[in-house]
Nanobody, 121 residues
Framework: QVQLVESGGGLVRPGASLRLSCAASGLVFSFDTMYWYRQIPGKQREMVAL???????NYADSLKGRFTISRDNVSNTMWLQMNSLKAEDTAVYYC???????????????WGQGTLVTVSS
């Protein structure tokens, strides 16, 4: 069974930094593109950033320059470095991974349970 576990959330003051982690596990052929999403209270879940297995990254336009996504393909771990945090970054942050169970299987999504980030003075 594929499992994604996020960690690193918490309460921080505006301007602070925080690093989220997402550990992926399970018997799969490969974890491919991985994502960070967030859901701000009262709003729809939105994509924050993605990182492909080859290291290609893409970010939500509004977050470029403050957030950095990275991953380690050996440990199947992904991180989100968040700098200069603002109150409007308060949200539950989720990781998602596309994976293939076998070499010829189609891609499937797995989600983590989310980690809460609260930015408040």
């Amino acid at each position: 069974q594929v499992q994604l576990v996020e960690s690193g959330g918490g309460l921080v003051r505006p301007g602070a930094s925080l690093r989220l982690s997402c550990a992926a596990s399970g018997l799969v052929f490969s974890f491919d593109t991985m994502y960070w999403y967030r859901q701000i209270p009262g709003k729809q879940r939105e994509m924050v950033a993605l990182i492909a297995r080859d290291g290609y990254t893409n970010y939500a336009d509004s977050l470029k320059g403050r957030f950095t996504i990275s991953r380690d393909n050996v440990s199947n771990t992904m991180w989100l470095q968040m700098n200069s945090l603002k109150a409007e970054d308060t949200a539950v942050y989720y990781c998602k991974a596309e994976y293939k169970r076998w070499i010829l299987s189609s891609s499937t999504d797995a989600w983590g349970q989310g980690t809460l980030v609260t930015v408040s003075s």
